[in-house]
């Protein structure tokens, strides 16, 4: 076996790993190939293949994109429902506040109760809904103790700071 049919099965194998391979030896095939049409064949193949992986990546990344846009896109969804609530809560507070003082601390409690009952609890069951039909059971257990804390118990707590 002379040394270009050595050097040409040795190319058959490296020609595909061949962005791997050393500078030396890259050079060596390279230099075969210039004089071996097989090799040239395959290594034309390689390359054409190496071109289409940018391609392969790029749709990979397009794959990807709706998937990081739906987790932005829920992750918006849970802070909008929780500002939701907030704002209710805030505006309940802040009307029995305005509108009843600490003075009259047993209407001020009852302006907030019916606040509560007449506005924070339809609102909730429309979100928890909402929220049982975006989101796993995890995110529906969650807010669903939270409000009904809110609902049973809220009012007590204020009482006591009055
Ligand atoms: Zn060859």
Redesign the pocket.
């Known amino acids: 076996m002379d040394a270009y049919k050595k050097i040409?099965l040795l190319?058959?194998e490296l020609i595909p790993v061949i962005n791997d391979l050393d500078d030396e030896p890259r050079q060596i095939i390279l230099e075969?190939i210039t004089d071996?049409r097989?090799?040239r064949k395959l290594y034309d193949s390689t390359l054409n293949f190496d071109d289409s992986m940018p391609k392969q990546d790029y749709t990979e990344d397009v794959e990807l994109k709706p998937l990081k846009k739906l987790v932005q896109f829920n992750n918006g969804l849970k802070l909008l429902l929780i500002t939701v609530r907030a704002l209710i809560l805030f505006y309940i507070f802040y009307s029995s506040f305005k509108f009843y003082g600490v003075e009259s601390a047993t209407l001020m409690l009852e302006y907030f109760r019916s606040g509560i009952f007449l506005f924070y609890t339809p609102a909730v069951i429309f979100l928890l809904v909402f929220t049982s039909v975006f989101f796993n059971k995890k995110w529906v257990w969650i807010p669903l103790v939270f409000d009904f804390v809110i609902i049973l118990l809220l009012d007590n707590i204020v009482q006591l700071f009055l």
Do not use: G, K
């Open positions: 040409h190319s058959q075969h071996c097989d090799c």
